[in-house]
């Protein structure tokens, strides 16, 4: 309706304005040159023709071209969002799509990750997750201090997500590839492979264990580590990747 308002406007805009007053002069064209010599010299012809410039008009007349041009000019601003907007879609629409293609190729990836590595800044990054996660493209998964995005939930398992999260720590990948080559490993003994400190192991060794990748049991005054056999499979999987 509001288009069919401003084409209205347009049409006017570029329409001749006329304006007349009670008792005022009638304008109409010239007379045949027969009826203007029956008139004789009642009617001066010998005069030339009179240029009148713009503020000369009545100001009736001034009020309502203005306003008329006034109109059009409105209703060209009116369309330029329009305009501008169609110019932006496909830009928007390419970058969603890379976005996405970025998320299939490296699942489990951060906000700062994407927005680095397609030089698109955060906040349009935000957007169009919350487009792709409206649309069932993507979860996101709250991993300790991060927010990782991954495709939707049909394509990755709960356990999956949870181990590709854990596996983006380089740390943490070398104390699960030191648990797999040596299960029952301990604490102190992987410590000493991966030249770690004691306390920085206990907290990796503590947060896989809180999420069941890993598991454990105490021998004596040790406690030794072994991966979970029910997501051993899904772990060298997402090793291997």
């Known amino acids: 309706m509001w288009k069919a308002g401003l084409l209205f406007i347009l049409i006017l805009s ?3 304005i006329a304006h007349a007053e009670e008792g005022g ?29 713009f503020w000369e008009f009545p100001l009736s007349f001034k009020i309502a071209y203005i306003i008329g041009y006034l109109a059009a000019f409105a209703s060209i601003l009116k369309l330029v969002p329009l305009i501008l907007g169609k110019v932006r879609i ?4 390419e970058n969603r799509q890379k976005i996405y293609r970025y998320i299939q190729q490296l699942p489990g990836c951060t ?17 169009h997750l919350e487009m792709l996660k409206a649309g069932n493209k993507i979860t996101l998964m709250r991993a300790e201090k991060f927010t990782r995005v991954f495709q939707n939930s049909d394509v990755f398992a709960s356990s999956e997500k949870m181990i590709i999260a854990h596996l983006k720590s380089n740390t943490r990948k070398q104390i699960l590839l030191k648990i797999l080559e040596k299960p029952e490993i301990t604490n102190k003994e ?14 990796h060794i503590k947060s896989l264990r809180d999420d069941k990748i890993i598991l454990s049991e ?24």
Do not use: H
């Open 14 to 16: 570029t329409c001749p």
């Open 25 to 53: 002069y009638i304008v109409g064209p010239c007379p045949p040159q027969e009826e203007l010599d029956k008139l004789g010299d009642a009617v001066d012809m010998s005069g030339a023709d009179v240029t009148y410039s």
């Open 90 to 93: 496909p830009q928007g629409n």
């Open 111 to 127: 906000i700062s990750e994407i927005s680095r590595d397609l030089e698109i800044n955060r906040g349009a990054v935000r957007f």
């Open 190 to 203: 992987l410590s000493e492979d991966l030249y770690l400190d004691k306390s920085t192991t206990y907290w």
């Open 218 to 241: 105490t021998e004596g005054k040790s406690r030794k580590y072994f991966v979970n056999p029910a997501l051993e499979t899904d772990l060298l999987k997402w090793l291997n990747m």
